[in-house]
């Protein structure tokens, strides 16, 4: 018996996680930049654009994973390193006045 043999099962559970990254963390940005054109708050744009980059991660892991069949460890890092840009982001707008 391979140690793969649950690979399109683990294959599916990625892609509704990343569907799911993808559907809240796009109303997260939706409802951000929309209380930034409301209040025209820089932090709120801030935080909208956080949001964003962390959200466009899972959906480039995702097209690493499942379109171009990358090597796992490849698409994790790329998803990482997205996602450290995107909570630096969502963290100075946290602090910005």
């Known amino acids: 018996m391979s140690r793969f043999t649950d690979a399109p099962l683990l294959a599916m559970a990625v892609i509704v ?50 379109v171009l069949q990358t090597d796992l ?4 890092l790329v998803d990482s390193l997205i996602t450290l840009v995107g909570f630096a982001i969502i963290t100075y707008s946290l602090y910005v006045e």
């Not at 460890?73 to 994790?76: E, K, P």
Request: aromatic letters at 12%; proline letters at 2%.
């Open 17 to 66: 996680v990343q569907t799911g990254i993808l559907i809240l963390g796009g109303l997260i940005t939706y409802f951000s930049f929309k209380a930034y054109r409301r209040t025209g708050e820089p932090s709120l744009r801030a935080l909208a654009l956080g949001f964003g980059i962390v959200t466009f991660g899972a959906i480039v892991a995702g097209i690493l994973d499942v």
């Open 73 to 76: 460890v490849i698409g994790l």
